[in-house]
């Protein structure tokens, strides 16, 4: 995949995951940063469970990223909460 199209799909994730996990989004910078190590996140929890991770632009892949980026907010705000 493109790097434009790593921006562009990290940045779709990082604000749904936003949404989902705490009705707010991030700020701009941190939605795509959160939306890029979603999608790597939630590639990898995939393949570790025996499905394709993220293959492109597509829908799949944006519920692949959503997911890990989800994961990876709860994780964010839990670790930034006992800090």
């Known amino acids: 995949m493109s790097f434009i199209a790593w921006i562009v799909l990290g940045l779709i994730a990082g604000f749904i995951a936003s949404k989902l996990v705490n009705k707010s989004g991030e700020g701009l910078l941190l939605d795509i940063v959160l939306g890029i190590v979603g999608a790597v996140v939630g590639g990898w929890l995939f ?10 632009l597509n829908l799949y892949s944006l519920l692949v990223a959503v997911v890990g980026a989800a994961i990876f907010l709860i994780v964010y705000h839990f670790l930034r909460r006992t800090a």
């Open 47 to 56: 393949n570790t469970f025996g499905m394709p991770g993220v293959s492109g």
